[in-house]
DNA sequence: AATGAATGAGCTTTCATTCAT
DNA sequence: CATGAATGAAAGCTCATTCAT
């Protein structure tokens, strides 16, 4: 049983590498049985093709993204600190998952990734959604769609970690202050 | 030969076109001669591989990018109005070239640009990186390294076009000054 | 696996009988697995490409004549019995294994044949150029070097085969007997 | 006229270097005109076809091989004389026209050489076969048919200039005699 | 006569998936 | 459960040949 969950988390882990180094294409099955220890054929047995893999991959990473993204989050607390807790913890993850961000930056949008997962996917702003309405409600935000304000202030939480990934900025706790704020000044009223 | 281009532009437009739909791995050069109205062979007439199609696609969007973000642009004018005649320019043309947007949206990071593509493209900036030095040196602008203001301010325009284009939300006139709005709010003092 | 051997014997044979018929260029890979009984792609788990494919045949080839080579060697015996056992031996493999001798005629000056594989090869001639060496020594050969020795009583082996394909000539023992005669008159005292 | 002559010269020797230096099957016709300073298409002016050219140019090479091995040559001379006339011509030409010597033995045996084409590649041999044939009248040669005995004798020219290329001996003036006499030696009484 | 852009059949090679062991 | 040899469709690319200019 334990054994089972860790095929199938080798497999996985062996395909996230992979793939961010390799690229999807690049990345064929035998590759990741071999990165995983295991036998081309086994990798079937936990997953029917290589697409259902990838997109168990990505909404597992999702998932993980989701719960890091809530880490010492407290649901009554201010509008403000809310934020500023769920952004920092991305910032967090995204910059210390390096997998885990060239991952969802690259094969968000692609074709490989089904429709369905990607509603999952998007289930993991749930809470930040949360925020902005309440923001909304309370008149702290600029009144704009949901949606808008979302994007506005979440587009930098990649584009930040691309910068410090290419070498470009240094996302340490400081910067990661400046650049939640000027995600928050972005939406803020 | 006006014919002579013509073809090399029909073959990087069929490209276009092609990837954007079905991704560039699902797009068989035999599908771009196809698209074009021209044999395979041809396609290597102009292009010595897909590789190298897929970058010179890549740099004649981003110099497509270039000059339409400085349509109607004064570089004598205050910080301000400089940067939103930027933003706003590459509002519209992602907005109204979406294929543009997709493209560049996909695969700016895919393994397929070379590291050379890249760089030409960064310089597509360099007004826009001009505007952020001069608002520091203006005291107009939070006192923060240039590229990471530049990532701040820059990362909605990716951002909101891909919610226009999911039928999120809707850019038009309003919504784009909105957006330009807190983007500048972003990063201003 | 006997299997594994077999299948893999089996594309080296196949490979073997289609180039000295069409020609190297004229076989494609997929024509090889046609001729094998296996799928293309199963040559690509024996061989790593086509080059290889060849050169793989190539070696085998030629550790073949090496064993044939000696035949009824005794290393003891007088020089002129030694020079006549591996001439007589040679004689009768090429004549005998026509689709071997066309084949090493054919391509061991193509450029596909790697100077590893050649280098391969020449030690074949270890036991030749003993002989030689020790006919020197015994003063019974011409006084040239080793190399030039070799050549000039070893070139009928391929030529004279030649003519026995061609039906110029038809090579039973006794010319055999002759011509291995005249190979160690050019070379004698 | 002479313009005419000159591009179909320039042509062919285009193609020797060509395919001596890159193979048959790696030269593309386009190269040939790359390299003869002439259109594609002008090549088909002169040629049908690659493989006629191809054909043009073995029957080209052994014309030439045929008037060198001549050269100096006299028909009443003794037999043994006229021997070495012609073998040591055939040296000497191999190995000055590397090119030459390259390609007929590279190409003689491929399967793009028609039989016509090598029909008349052996009338080269006419004069030596008359010489065997002399000496066998005169009961000079071994009582062996000519075809044999021409092929031992023969044999060492295309191997020896092989050593020479690949640098093992050096085919000097006093290297060609001995190898001359060592052919003569092979075939004499 | 001379050109070279255009063509597409055919090549080598890859890889997701199956299945006998 | 686990394996990896076997498969063959499909990819990128080459090049002999044609033909409009």
Redesign the pocket.
């Known amino acids: 049983?334990t054994?089972?969950r860790d095929?199938r988390q080798q497999i996985l882990a062996a395909t996230l590498r992979l793939i961010v180094t390799n690229g999807l294409?690049?990345?064929?099955?035998?590759?990741?049985?071999r990165a995983a220890?295991?036998?081309?054929?086994?990798?079937?047995?936990?997953f029917?093709?290589?697409?259902e893999?990838i997109n168990v991959l990505y909404r597992e990473l999702k998932a993980q993204s989701h719960s890091a993204m809530l880490q010492g989050y407290r649901a009554d607390a201010p509008v403000r600190e809310r934020f500023f807790c769920i952004w920092r913890n991305i910032f967090h993850l995204y910059r210390d998952k390096q997998d885990l961000y060239r991952f969802l930056e690259q094969y968000s949008f692609s074709p490989m990734i089904t429709p369905e997962s990607k509603v999952y996917g998007d289930s993991t702003w749930n809470e930040a959604h949360r925020v902005v309405e309440d923001g909304l409600t309370q008149q702290i935000l600029k009144p704009l769609p949901v949606k808008l304000l979302l994007r506005i202030a979440g587009a930098p939480l990649f584009n930040l970690v691309q910068g410090h990934i290419a070498g470009e900025i240094v996302l340490d706790e400081a910067l990661i202050e400046e650049a939640v704020t000027a995600c928050w000044d972005a939406i803020k009223r």
Chains 1, 2, 3, 4 share one sequence.
């Not at 294409?25 to 049985?33: D, I």
């Open positions: 049983m054994e089972r095929k294409e690049r990345t064929p099955m035998s590759a990741v049985g220890g295991v036998g081309m054929g086994t990798i079937y047995h936990y029917p093709s290589k697409e893999l």
